[in-house]
């Protein structure tokens, strides 16, 4: 997101009656109000609420999946390519940990089982 429209969303919220905050939000950077009684991120707040709002791009399915990963393996040399996966697998795991919008972690979470499923696929 860029700063302006950061500013935009935080001139929105003290217009509201919303209190900026002398602490930072850990994952974005800006600053922390308090609105309603409660002490939250408004512009991670909006992202996730644009990330509900906005159509997922398509997450490539297993079959697609295959095709991608297998980019430049032959029949007879698949280890490569699963332990590519297997590495992407585990990254993407990693970041599921650490994501705080619910809308990126479906979306990370639908990839990991796609990406199983191709990893399945690779190995048979």
């Known amino acids: 997101m860029t700063a302006e429209k950061a500013d935009e969303i935080m001139a929105e919220y003290l217009l509201k009656g919303g209190k900026m905050l002398s602490k930072s939000c850990k994952m974005c950077g800006f600053p922390l109000f308090e609105y309603k009684g409660e002490t939250i991120c408004v512009v991670c707040r909006a992202e996730e609420t644009a990330a509900e709002k906005t159509p997922e791009e398509p997450i490539p399915a297993p079959a697609e999946a295959v ?55 690779l190995r048979h």
Do not use: F, H, N
């Open 67 to 121: 095709k991608e990963v297998s980019y430049g393996c032959t029949a007879a040399s698949q280890d490569p390519c699963a332990s590519e996966l297997e590495r992407t697998l585990v990254s993407l795991c990693e970041r599921i940990r650490t994501e705080s919008r619910s809308g990126e972690c479906l979306r990370l979470m639908k990839a990991v089982r796609a990406g199983a499923e191709a990893l399945s696929l």
